[in-house]
């Protein structure tokens, strides 16, 4: 995933080098998505390129500093102003395994469900220790992604249980065969128009 | 350590015949001091009934349960109730308290019925009011108070005269994500601080506080997380 | 140790719970308010008539006792009954927050005190409440009652409070609110708390084992009935007749509950309205059968009264010992009879002799019932014909009479169906006859003007009796009792002719006023209690109603029409005061409709004469009670009773 407007909105603040960029950036972020400084500096050169920044001064030490400009300005705020696009497509080792295990049709999808389910709980419970600490620190950014990743986890075990609930009304038994089988697909699966 | 709640093997069956219903079928748990054990189910799974034993206010069908090792089996209709004054508190989900009551009244509750002079109910209950935050609101009624700070003086009444074990029985059923965040930091603060917990939730948001978490199905225990092996990983 | 040191923050929880709950502990209270107001104030205003040196003393002081001792017991058991509704009503209420203290640790000792604590409280506001009302309603009724009396203490009668019947009433008021709470506390000891904090009902008694109760209690009752009028007389008859009573009161109202369930299962056959209105009384089976004995037991106080009232003054009727009747007059010549027959229009006379004559001989009638001390039955014989017979007023011993046989006037006079005449002749010995006899059952003739049995000239004849020849009286019977005028008529012949001699009978002034004062007091003591009985009757059907708001405002929210909905709370009400009216008419006029088919059916061989208590209805009151009150009642409902508004606010934050 592209980190320029990150980027661009730190640059919007003051004028940055190329490694004060990474150190903030994993800052917000943390262990969710590392960077590394080559990433950095080709995002660099594509937003000069594309006129979104302007290479500023270089500072004592010697160091390039770059600086946002008004088309990158322009650029940013169209950015936060447009939504995330969600496109119907997941794809999801999860839920690549969850189906097949259902198609298994021999109980293998409660093993499935029950497995994820206390592997997404354990955690959660380590997301949740983690947003208390940022909780004490104060630290609104951290707790931002500490409370995302606590609500994807909740998503997922919510999903799981009403998975759960589904094959137990299909009747899909644990052991030795279901009854009914699930509705085969009539054609292909629903998804949302992409960007 | 020695353990505050110990379930072993409990059975709970209602009714006779076919119209026989089967709420528990052989649960056991253990509940150190200090922990917090979030037990999670479908609904009918029996997570009610098992807090209900825990605490004496149901007898199991079998199996037998200990707090701070008293056996509760050994305990009569008196014994129990003595127990729900001094060892074990609950907190349900919503009219936890008795209306007619200040909040300072209600959690002194406990410790008048146990035969403690009204004064020093009172200097204990504000203390435990202070715990959870709510020593300004002493006074008031339970009408004047909003839901969070309703189950901020439930588990103060819980938790008055320094009891062991608390029993939660969704207690944030009917608060919004805040508030109920807020009681769940109420209660890990007060595990932290020494007490065994166990708590029922179907949100895993808030079993997420928990040490460990338990998963009831038709009665019986089918998963639980692990505990943490690393200092880091614990909570406290 | 616990449940001695922990009666303060008890007590607190009840005060404070009672006074949270306005409306239960107000109907409460005024269910125990109005038995004792009602019995202060009855008692008070027997007090009160009971003057030293008047008429009234030597006449009925038994019956003063025996209405004092029934009004306070009866009042005790309706006070229970109607304070264990109010209870009742107020219980489901009440269940959570017992869950919850039981939750935070409560003794089923310390649940129990906490209901029994609110429950005496309320009945002690109740007393205090209610004795001054009682008071101040005896003080506007005495003038009134004393003037009918007849008894010249004017507006400013003084009104004698006793202080030991104001302790009574307190202390049975007091007792009925304790009594009343009695089950609800042993059932709150035993609470099964997981089910209460679930606000789910407890397990209602079994309906069955209820009904068993009430129907063997009521078959108890009347059978109590029925003892007591072969004790008739005797030291424990009052007594037998108030547990009686007390048994088919408390025996009827246990039956309301199967009552209630046998109206709901009828429902089907009634319109949408009524079918809602039935099936939702029949919902909450509890709270509508305590609705029910709230309103029976109020009403039916006053219902046994005024049928006591029906009765005594029926029996007054036929026991008035008279020498006449009242359509009769007695002369001793032909030219008397003429005079007389020409001035009363329709009069027939009928000669006879009395079996005696000059010189000492002389018939009596003998048998073991006539030879009580007691009795005071003249005990002549009347010799004549038919006409006689029908003279006196026994026309339907007609065949009898003509076969042979002595007709006798009086009640459980021959109970064996034969007499024994005695002829006194002397010097000869005495003769006994045993003849059959057979009876007409009324008043018997006192005095010795006209005796009290009668037999056929051939009769007489054939055995021999003496007093066939001696000069005949003429009993002469009018077609209707004699008017004040026609009297005043007799009174001018027998002034213009001293010789002849005239009798007939003139109304007993101190029977006649004591008949109708007593009329008066057991009227005031019916309205008294009445009064009492409507404010039962309207509390116990706002209660009901008002815990029914709750599944009104549902119907509010599906679009009811605000007046639908006021016609479904004037239809529960209405059906709540009628199954309790005609409950408590059950219980006011069943005992002496058993004592009216005892007297008749079983006859026992008694010295003393049963009337013959055909039952006297009230048919006002039955009226009002069965009909009229509940017409009140729903139309007060629907007029009070505004239709809840359909957004409730739901408790808690």
């Given at each position: 995933m592209?980190?320029?407007?990150?980027?661009?909105?730190?640059?919007?603040q003051?004028?940055h080098?190329?490694?004060?960029?990474k150190?903030?950036?994993?800052?917000?972020?943390?262990?969710?998505?590392?960077?590394?400084?080559g990433?950095?500096?080709?995002?660099?050169?594509?937003?000069?390129?594309d006129?979104?920044?302007?290479?500023?001064?270089v500072d004592a030490?010697?160091?390039q500093?770059y600086?946002?400009t008004?088309?990158g300005?322009?650029?940013?705020?169209d950015?936060f102003?447009?939504p995330?696009p969600r496109?119907g497509?997941?794809?999801d080792?999860l839920l690549?395994?969850?189906?097949?295990?259902?198609?298994?049709?021999?109980g293998?999808a409660?093993?499935?469900i029950?497995?994820?389910?206390?592997?997404?709980l354990e955690?959660?419970q380590?997301?949740?220790?983690?947003?208390?600490?940022a909780?004490?620190?104060?630290d609104?950014?951290?707790?931002?992604?500490a409370?995302?990743?606590?609500?994807?986890?909740e998503?997922?075990?919510a999903w799981?249980e009403?998975?759960?609930?589904?094959?137990r009304?299909?009747?899909?038994?644990?052991?030795?065969?279901?009854?009914?089988?699930?509705a085969?697909?009539?054609?292909?699966?629903?998804?949302?128009e992409?960007? | 350590?020695?353990?505050v709640l110990?379930i072993?093997?409990v059975?709970?069956?209602?009714?006779?015949?076919?119209?026989?219903?089967?709420?528990l079928d052989g649960?056991?748990l253990?509940?150190?001091?200090?922990?917090?054990?979030?037990?999670?189910?479908?609904?009918g799974?029996?997570?009610?009934?098992?807090?209900?034993?825990a605490?004496?206010l149901?007898r199991?069908?079998?199996g037998?349960?200990?707090?701070?090792?008293?056996d509760?089996?050994?305990l009569?209709?008196?014994?129990?109730?003595?127990?729900?004054?001094?060892?074990?508190g609950y907190?349900f989900?919503?009219l936890?308290?008795?209306?007619?009551?200040?909040a300072?009244?209600?959690?002194?509750l406990?410790?008048?019925?146990?035969?403690?002079?009204?004064?020093?109910?009172?200097?204990?209950?504000?203390?435990?009011?202070?715990?959870?935050g709510?020593a300004?609101?002493a006074?008031?009624f339970p009408?004047q108070l909003?839901?969070?700070?309703?189950q901020?003086?439930?588990?103060?009444?819980a938790?008055?005269?320094?009891?062991?074990?608390?029993?939660?029985?969704?207690?944030?059923?009917?608060?919004?994500?805040?508030?109920?965040?807020?009681i769940?930091g109420?209660?890990?603060?007060r595990?932290?601080?020494g007490?065994?917990a166990?708590?029922?939730?179907?949100?895993p948001r808030?079993?997420?506080?928990a040490?460990?978490?338990?998963?009831l199905?038709?009665?019986?225990?089918?998963?639980?997380?692990?505990?943490?092996?690393?200092?880091?990983g614990?909570?406290s | 140790?616990?449940?001695?040191t922990s009666i303060?923050p008890?007590?607190?929880?009840?005060?404070r719970?009672a006074?949270?709950?306005?409306?239960?502990?107000?109907?409460?209270?005024?269910?125990i308010?109005l038995?004792?107001?009602?019995?202060?104030?009855?008692?008070?205003?027997?007090?009160s008539?009971?003057?030293?040196?008047?008429?009234w003393i030597q006449?009925?002081s038994?019956?003063?006792?025996?209405?004092?001792?029934?009004?306070?017991?009866?009042?005790?058991?309706?006070?229970?009954?109607?304070?264990?509704?109010?209870v009742t009503?107020?219980?489901?209420?009440?269940?959570h927050?017992l869950?919850?203290?039981?939750?935070?640790?409560a003794?089923?000792?310390?649940?129990?005190?906490?209901?029994?604590?609110q429950?005496?409280?309320?009945?002690?506001?109740?007393?205090l409440t209610?004795?001054?009302?009682?008071?101040?309603?005896?003080r506007?009724l005495?003038?009134r009652?004393?003037?009918?009396?007849?008894?010249?203490?004017?507006?400013?009668?003084?009104?004698?409070?006793?202080?030991?019947r104001?302790?009574?009433?307190a202390?049975?008021g007091?007792?009925?609110?304790?009594?009343a709470?009695?089950v609800?506390?042993?059932?709150?000891?035993?609470?099964p708390?997981t089910?209460?904090?679930a606000?789910?009902?407890?397990p209602?008694?079994?309906?069955?084992?209820?009904?068993v109760v009430?129907?063997v209690?009521?078959l108890?009752?009347?059978?109590l009935?029925?003892?007591q009028?072969?004790l008739m007389?005797?030291?424990?008859?009052?007594?037998?007749a108030?547990?009686?009573?007390?048994?088919?009161?408390?025996?009827?109202?246990?039956?309301?509950?199967?009552?209630v369930?046998?109206?709901?299962r009828s429902?089907?056959?009634?319109?949408a309205?009524g079918r809602?209105?039935?099936?939702?009384?029949?919902?909450h089976p509890?709270?509508?059968?305590a609705?029910?004995?709230a309103?029976?037991?109020?009403?039916?106080v006053?219902?046994?009264?005024?049928?006591?009232t029906?009765?005594?003054?029926?029996?007054?009727?036929?026991?008035?010992p008279r020498?006449l009747r009242?359509?009769?007059?007695?002369?001793?010549?032909?030219?008397?009879?003429?005079?007389?027959?020409?001035?009363?229009?329709?009069?027939?006379?009928?000669?006879?002799?009395?079996a005696?004559?000059?010189?000492g001989?002389?018939v009596?009638?003998?048998?073991?019932?006539i030879?009580?001390?007691?009795?005071g039955v003249?005990?002549?014989?009347?010799i004549?014909?038919?006409?006689?017979?029908?003279?006196m007023?026994g026309?339907q011993?007609?065949?009898?009479?003509a076969?042979?046989?002595?007709?006798?006037f009086?009640?459980?006079l021959?109970?064996?169906?034969?007499?024994?005449?005695?002829?006194?002749d002397?010097p000869?010995?005495?003769?006994?006859?045993?003849?059959?006899?057979?009876?007409?059952t009324t008043?018997?003739?006192t005095?010795q003007?006209?005796p009290?049995?009668a037999?056929?000239r051939?009769?007489?004849?054939r055995?021999?009796?003496?007093?066939?020849t001696?000069?005949?009286?003429?009993?002469?019977?009018?077609?209707?009792?004699l008017s004040?005028?026609?009297?005043d008529?007799?009174?001018?012949?027998?002034n213009?002719?001293?010789?002849m001699?005239?009798?007939?009978?003139e109304?007993?002034p101190?029977?006649?006023?004591?008949?109708?004062g007593?009329?008066s007091?057991?009227?005031?003591l019916v309205a008294?209690t009445?009064?009492?009985?409507?404010?039962?009757?309207t509390?116990?059907c706002?209660?009901?109603l008002?815990?029914?708001?709750?599944d009104?405002?549902?119907?509010?929210?599906?679009?009811?029409a605000?007046?639908?909905?006021r016609?479904?709370m004037?239809g529960?009400?209405?059906?709540?005061a009628?199954?309790g009216?005609l409950?408590?008419?059950?219980?006011?006029l069943?005992?002496?409709?058993v004592?009216?088919?005892?007297?008749?059916?079983?006859?026992?061989r008694l010295?003393i004469?049963?009337?013959p208590s055909?039952l006297a209805?009230?048919?006002?009151?039955?009226?009002v009670?069965?009909?009229g009150?509940p017409?009140l009642?729903a139309?007060?409902?629907?007029?009070?009773?505004?239709?809840?508004?359909p957004?409730?606010?739901?408790r808690?934050?």
């Amino acid at each position: 995933m592209s980190i320029r407007y990150a980027l661009l909105s730190l640059l919007d603040q003051q004028p940055h080098h190329g490694y004060q960029l990474k150190t903030a950036v994993e800052g917000w972020l943390g262990q969710s998505w590392p960077l590394n400084i080559g990433q950095v500096y080709t995002t660099l050169a594509r937003l000069e390129r594309d006129g979104l920044v302007a290479l500023g001064e270089v500072d004592a030490q010697g160091r390039q500093t770059y600086q946002i400009t008004p088309a990158g300005r322009a650029a940013l705020a169209d950015w936060f102003a447009t939504p995330v696009p969600r496109d119907g497509l997941v794809r999801d080792e999860l839920l690549v395994k969850l189906v097949a295990a259902v198609a298994a049709r021999d109980g293998t999808a409660f093993e499935v469900i029950r497995g994820q389910r206390t592997a997404t709980l354990e955690l959660l419970q380590q997301h949740t220790r983690h947003k208390a600490q940022a909780e004490r620190r104060g630290d609104l950014p951290r707790l931002v992604v500490a409370d995302l990743l606590i609500a994807q986890a909740e998503a997922e075990v919510a999903w799981l249980e009403l998975c759960e609930a589904r094959l137990r009304t299909a009747g899909h038994d644990r052991r030795g065969g279901g009854a009914a089988p699930l509705a085969q697909p009539s054609g292909p699966m629903p998804q949302r128009e992409g960007p | 350590m020695t353990a505050v709640l110990e379930i072993e093997q409990v059975a709970r069956t209602y009714g006779s015949g076919h119209t026989q219903v089967t709420a528990l079928d052989g649960v056991s748990l253990t509940v150190q001091a200090g922990e917090l054990v979030a037990v999670m189910g479908p609904s009918g799974a029996g997570k009610s009934t098992l807090l209900h034993v825990a605490g004496g206010l149901d007898r199991p069908t079998s199996g037998t349960i200990r707090v701070t090792e008293t056996d509760l089996g050994r305990l009569g209709r008196a014994g129990l109730a003595a127990l729900r004054r001094r060892r074990v508190g609950y907190v349900f989900q919503e009219l936890n308290l008795i209306a007619a009551l200040t909040a300072a009244e209600n959690v002194a509750l406990p410790r008048e019925l146990d035969g403690v002079r009204a004064r020093t109910a009172r200097t204990e209950a504000l203390a435990a009011l202070e715990l959870v935050g709510m020593a300004e609101l002493a006074g008031t009624f339970p009408d004047q108070l909003s839901g969070g700070e309703q189950q901020r003086v439930a588990i103060a009444r819980a938790l008055v005269g320094q009891r062991p074990l608390l029993l939660a029985d969704e207690p944030t059923g009917a608060l919004d994500t805040l508030a109920g965040e807020a009681i769940l930091g109420l209660l890990r603060a007060r595990c932290d601080a020494g007490v065994a917990a166990v708590l029922v939730t179907h949100e895993p948001r808030y079993a997420g506080y928990a040490d460990r978490i338990v998963f009831l199905t038709d009665g019986r225990v089918v998963d639980q997380t692990a505990h943490p092996t690393t200092v880091a990983g614990r909570w406290s | 140790m616990a449940a001695i040191t922990s009666i303060g923050p008890l007590a607190r929880i009840a005060g404070r719970d009672a006074l949270l709950h306005r409306r239960h502990s107000l109907l409460l209270m005024v269910m125990i308010a109005l038995p004792v107001a009602g019995l202060v104030a009855g008692t008070t205003l027997l007090d009160s008539l009971w003057q030293p040196g008047s008429v009234w003393i030597q006449l009925w002081s038994s019956l003063v006792v025996v209405v004092f001792w029934t009004l306070s017991a009866v009042t005790l058991v309706a006070a229970v009954l109607m304070a264990s509704a109010a209870v009742t009503i107020a219980a489901r209420r009440q269940l959570h927050a017992l869950g919850l203290l039981a939750a935070a640790g409560a003794g089923g000792r310390q649940l129990g005190t906490v209901v029994i604590l609110q429950a005496a409280a309320l009945g002690l506001v109740g007393v205090l409440t209610g004795i001054p009302a009682g008071l101040l309603l005896a003080r506007a009724l005495l003038p009134r009652l004393a003037r009918a009396v007849g008894l010249p203490l004017g507006e400013a009668a003084p009104l004698l409070v006793v202080p030991g019947r104001l302790l009574l009433a307190a202390g049975l008021g007091l007792l009925a609110a304790v009594v009343a709470a009695l089950v609800p506390a042993v059932r709150a000891a035993r609470l099964p708390v997981t089910a209460a904090l679930a606000a789910h009902q407890p397990p209602t008694r079994q309906p069955r084992r209820l009904t068993v109760v009430g129907t063997v209690l009521v078959l108890v009752g009347l059978g109590l009935g029925v003892l007591q009028v072969w004790l008739m007389g005797s030291r424990w008859q009052p007594w037998i007749a108030v547990a009686s009573v007390a048994a088919v009161l408390v025996g009827f109202t246990a039956l309301s509950r199967a009552l209630v369930d046998l109206v709901g299962r009828s429902a089907r056959r009634l319109p949408a309205t009524g079918r809602l209105a039935v099936r939702d009384l029949a919902r909450h089976p509890t709270r509508s059968a305590a609705a029910v004995a709230a309103v029976t037991a109020g009403l039916a106080v006053p219902m046994l009264l005024g049928a006591m009232t029906a009765q005594s003054a029926a029996s007054m009727r036929d026991y008035a010992p008279r020498q006449l009747r009242t359509d009769q007059v007695l002369v001793y010549s032909p030219a008397a009879a003429a005079a007389v027959t020409q001035s009363l229009p329709g009069a027939r006379q009928a000669p006879f002799t009395t079996a005696t004559e000059a010189g000492g001989t002389e018939v009596t009638v003998h048998g073991p019932a006539i030879d009580q001390p007691d009795f005071g039955v003249s005990r002549g014989l009347a010799i004549g014909e038919q006409e006689v017979l029908v003279a006196m007023g026994g026309e339907q011993a007609a065949a009898a009479f003509a076969d042979g046989a002595v007709v006798a006037f009086g009640t459980n006079l021959v109970p064996d169906g034969q007499v024994t005449l005695a002829i006194t002749d002397i010097p000869r010995p005495a003769r006994r006859i045993t003849v059959p006899a057979v009876e007409v059952t009324t008043g018997s003739y006192t005095g010795q003007e006209l005796p009290s049995f009668a037999i056929s000239r051939q009769t007489a004849q054939r055995l021999g009796l003496p007093g066939l020849t001696t000069p005949p009286r003429y009993l002469i019977r009018a077609s209707r009792p004699l008017s004040d005028a026609q009297r005043d008529q007799l009174r001018a012949l027998q002034n213009q002719s001293p010789a002849m001699l005239i009798s007939w009978a003139e109304p007993d002034p101190d029977l006649q006023s004591f008949a109708q004062g007593m009329r008066s007091i057991l009227l005031a003591l019916v309205a008294v209690t009445g009064i009492i009985a409507l404010g039962s009757v309207t509390a116990a059907c706002a209660l009901a109603l008002s815990e029914a708001r709750h599944d009104l405002t549902t119907l509010g929210q599906l679009g009811a029409a605000p007046a639908m909905t006021r016609r479904l709370m004037a239809g529960q009400a209405w059906l709540l005061a009628t199954l309790g009216g005609l409950l408590a008419v059950a219980i006011g006029l069943g005992p002496f409709a058993v004592q009216a088919i005892a007297s008749w059916q079983v006859r026992p061989r008694l010295a003393i004469p049963i009337g013959p208590s055909a039952l006297a209805v009230p048919w006002t009151l039955v009226a009002v009670v069965a009909v009229g009150i509940p017409a009140l009642a729903a139309a007060a409902a629907s007029l009070l009773g505004h239709s809840p508004a359909p957004l409730t606010p739901r408790r808690g934050g």
